[in-house]
T-cell receptor, first 111, second 116 residues
Framework: GNSVTQMEGPVTLSEEAFLTINCTYTATGYPSLFWYVQYPGEGLQLLLKATKADDKGSNKGFEATYRKETTSFHLEKGSVQVSDSAVYFCALSNTGNQFYFGTGTSLTVIP | DAGVIQSPRHEVTEMGQEVTLRCKPISGHNSLFWYRQTMMRGLELLIYFNNNVPIDDSGMPEDRFSAKMPNASFSTLKIQPSEPRDSAVYFC??????????????FGNGTRLTVT
């Protein structure tokens, strides 16, 4: 079947620290992978995506590489800011347009 | 692009009352999804439509919940009668869904429902 597992939170970092949020997946076939971000009081927003193996998605300083050999799509940012404080969701989409979300990882960045 | 529009943003109602949540997907999108988010259970898929037809409603909690999509630009989620355990944030999302599964979901800002 299809599923996404992401690291438990909450994660607390100091401003300018390096961020990694781990995400691994189980899927049949060749899924597309996504990271979404949710700010307080808002809906989920697409942060980045990758549609095939070895693709790197990037946006706003965040990056994630689609690793088929390790079934992973870890989110990274070299220097986090207070404004990055949010909940981050890893997700996959497979044929038939079904989406599968991880449980979310809460990130708090302190000045 | 106005994005996915949900109304109302907040709804407070008493137990036993009927609640109707509304969603306008992005124009041109052919798939629409209803999700519920709570602290305890996280993000749950309730139902999704493809070309206005319900494809998977296995996430709908019980018969008190129903969803319709009468046309490509409008969907409703109805709860009748409502109960306190239905209190949650309900999200609508849409996508241009093909069989490749590589089109992202676009979420609305949600309806926060409180049932007292």
């Amino acid at each position: 079947g299809n599923s996404v597992t992401q690291m438990e939170g909450p994660v607390t970092l100091s401003e300018e620290a390096f961020l990694t949020i781990n995400c691994t997946y189980t899927a049949t076939g060749y899924p597309s992978l996504f990271w979404y971000v949710q700010y307080p009081g808002e809906g989920l927003q697409l942060l980045l995506k990758a549609t095939k193996a070895d693709d790197k998605g990037s946006n706003k300083g965040f990056e994630a590489t689609y690793r088929k050999e390790t079934t992973s799509f870890h989110l990274e940012k070299g220097s986090v800011q207070v404004s990055d404080s949010a909940v981050y969701f890893c997700a996959l989409s497979n044929t038939g347009n079904q989406f599968y979300f991880g449980t979310g990882t809460s990130l708090t960045v302190i000045p | 692009d106005a994005g996915v529009i949900q109304s109302p943003r907040h709804e407070v109602t008493e137990m036993g009352q009927e609640v109707t949540l509304r969603c306008k997907p992005i124009s041109g999108h052919n798939s629409l999804f209803w999700y519920r988010q709570t602290m305890m259970r996280g993000l749950e898929l309730l139902i999704y439509f493809n070309n206005n037809v319900p494809i998977d409603d296995s996430g709908m909690p019980e018969d008190r919940f129903s969803a319709k999509m009468p046309n490509a630009s409008f969907s409703t989620l109805k709860i009748q009668p409502s109960e306190p355990r239905d209190s949650a944030v309900y999200f609508c999302a849409s996508s241009f869904g093909g069989n490749q599964g590589n089109s992202p979901l676009h979420f609305g800002n949600g309806t926060r429902l409180t049932v007292t």
